[in-house]
């Protein structure tokens, strides 16, 4: 897609967001609009197998990105997350 021209910073950038990796150590990961990782979530639990400690994986949430089960454009809405907001209720 870029041939090599990695000087075009809006092709390369364009490019890159395209990749897809089905098969990284992780799981499969690609990019989300704003060039963060959309990813699987793995909950494990640890348990002893032949006498060693293994982590075991119990569920797996598939292509997580960092909005989680919200819009993006729901979540950029709402103001940045801090000690005021939520409310802290035992500060």
């Known amino acids: 897609m870029v041939d090599g021209n990695v000087e075009d910073r809006e092709k390369f950038l364009i490019a890159l967001r395209k990749v897809e990796v089905p098969d990284a150590p992780r799981g499969p990961i690609k990019l989300d609009a704003h060039g963060n990782p959309i990813q699987n979530i793995y909950i494990r639990k640890v348990e002893k197998k032949d006498g060693e400690l293994w982590n075991t994986v119990i569920h ?3 292509a ?3 909005f989680g089960k919200y819009k993006p454009e729901e979540f950029l809405k709402q103001p940045v997350y801090d000690r005021n907001f939520p409310a802290c209720k035992h500060c």
Do not use: K, L, M
């Open 60 to 62: 797996t949430f598939p």
């Open 64 to 66: 997580v990105s960092q």
